[in-house]
């Protein structure tokens, strides 16, 4: 199994900056994708930043210029740098990583996983 652990979330004030951080582990074969969603109550789910195994990168629009998604393929660990907060970037924040593991039975399984989310919070 792959499980996935967050930090990084708190309170900070419009403008100011905070890097989440997500490392995974456990029985991890290869990993094609990192990246972050954030939700907040009464919405759905949004995709904010994501990067291939190969490096590319994607952000919500609403995030582009000022979020930077990186990885670190050794400690398969991803992190979100995120400047210029705004208010309306508190949400809770979630890891993704899409990848192949070995389950308990041998065979190996793709599918996402995911991490249990840490709370930003944007004062104005």
């Known amino acids: 199994q792959v499980q996935l652990v967050e930090s990084g979330g708190g309170l900070v004030q419009a403008g100011g900056s905070l890097r989440l951080s997500c490392r995974a582990s456990?029985?991890?074969?290869?990993?094609?994708?990192m990246g972050w969603y954030r939700q907040t109550p009464g919405k759905q789910r949004e995709s904010v930043a994501a990067?291939?195994?190969?490096?590319?990168?994607g952000y919500a629009d609403s995030v582009k210029g000022r979020f930077t998604i990186s990885r670190d393929l050794i400690k398969n660990t991803v992190y979100l740098q995120m400047n210029g907060l705004k208010p309306e970037d508190t949400a809770i924040y979630y890891c993704?990583?899409?990848?192949?593991?070995?389950?308990?039975?041998?065979?190996?399984?793709?599918?996402?996983?995911w991490g249990q989310g840490t709370q930003v919070t944007v004062s104005s």
């Open positions: 456990g029985s991890i074969v290869s990993i094609d994708a």
């Open positions: 990067i291939t195994s190969g490096g590319t990168t």
């Open positions: 993704v990583v899409h990848g192949t593991s070995t389950t308990n039975s041998g065979r190996n399984e793709i599918r996402d996983y």
